[in-house]
């Protein structure tokens, strides 16, 4: 159970997008096409973003997609807005009932 | 509307135990799987433990595994994590989660724990 791998921090300017990567191993992301990205900002609890890997809950922006190859997931927001300075976390399932989180990215709008 | 509210965190010595509930309402309960997610003071975060909606099934992560206990209660619609063997490095903010579709859909606002002597 070692914590999924992302980029420690991620800027962009507001309009231009920008990908999160989170990448895992076989025995995770790339066993299993289900991956979900939450966004924490300071002081609150995450919130789902994208689930099954690409699936967006009801109320998400569609500026915010997910894809997966091999055993990397990826997040891309377009249109970057200042609301979306925040953290991110990947996170996988990992078979037998457990999951594994990424270690975050904190997105920063310049 | 779904609300999670947990209690029960607080200051216990290293190697103590302690008790957090996670009251759940707005949603029928018993038909859902539920999940503690555990996040240290500028930390990411970290899955701690599953329960099947029955209470029958229950998973742990390695770091917590044979120390904490996932439980809950359909009758009072409340889960429940007992947690022993306390350790300086489980010094967290402890979530309730709702599990939907391998996500985790709804939060509660988290309870504090903090080991230390």
């Known amino acids: 159970q070692s914590d999924l791998t992302q980029v420690a921090s991620v800027s962009g300017s507001p309009g231009q997008s920008i990908t999160i990567s989170c990448t895992g191993t076989?025995?995770?992301?790339?066993?299993?096409?289900?991956v979900s990205w939450y966004q924490q900002h300071p002081g609150k609890a995450p919130k789902v973003m994208i689930y099954?890997?690409?699936k967006r809950p009801s109320g998400v922006s569609n500026r915010f997609s997910g894809s997966k190859s091999g055993n990397t997931a990826s997040l891309t927001i377009s249109g970057l807005q200042a609301e979306d300075e925040a953290d991110y976390y990947c996170?996988?399932?990992?078979?037998?009932?457990?999951?594994?989180f990424g270690t975050g990215t904190k997105v920063t709008v310049l | 509307e779904v609300q999670l509210l947990e209690s029960g965190g607080g200051l216990v010595q290293p190697g103590g135990s302690l008790r957090l509930y996670c009251a759940a309402s707005?949603?029928?309960?018993?038909?859902?799987?539920m999940n503690w997610v555990r996040q240290a003071p500028g930390k990411g975060l970290e899955w701690v433990s599953l329960?099947?909606?029955?209470?029958?099934?229950?998973y742990y992560a390695d770091s917590v595994k044979g120390r904490f206990t996932i439980s809950r209660d359909n009758s009072k619609n409340t889960l429940f994590l007992q947690m022993n063997s306390l350790r300086a490095e489980e010094t967290a903010v402890y979530y309730c989660?709702?599990?939907?579709?391998?996500?985790?859909?709804?939060w509660g606002q988290g309870t504090l724990v903090t080991v230390s002597s």
């Open positions: 989660t709702r599990k939907y579709n391998y996500a985790f859909d709804y």
């Open positions: 707005g949603f029928t309960f018993s038909s859902y799987v």
């Open positions: 329960i099947s909606s029955s209470g029958d099934a229950t």
């Open positions: 076989s025995s995770d992301v790339g066993s299993y096409n289900l």
């Open positions: 099954e890997g690409s």
């Open positions: 996170c996988s399932y990992a078979g037998g009932s457990t999951f594994v």
